[in-house]
């Protein structure tokens, strides 16, 4: 049972990720933003449960999304692509949810 509740939740997260791009795509922005929301409250509890599980390495989460959100999805989509911050910071929820998604599929049994 609880297997299949963390597949679940892995499934919504990947969801998640898909949407956050289709809403970056199509200018969809209060969707996107309150979807941005919901991932980041779901990627700050998943990383404080691994972080209590599995101590300073759950610490490489959380920087490898700064390092992925500042230095290369912020510049690509704003500078490369045009884009509005708006859409670099949901391209940025993107990545969380993808982490997200990471941190349950490491933590099904």
Known sequence: ??????????????????MLIVCTVYGWTIAGVILLALVAVQYVAQTVAFILARGAWGWASPIALVVL????AFPVVIVGFGMTVVDALLIVGAIAALLSAAYTFASVN
Do not use: F, I, N, W
Not at 10 to 15: G, I, L
Not at 69 to 72: H, K, L, S
């Open 1 to 18: 049972m609880k297997t299949t509740l963390k597949c679940l939740l892995a499934a919504a997260d990947v969801a998640a990720l898909v």
């Open 69 to 72: 959100g500042a230095v290369v």
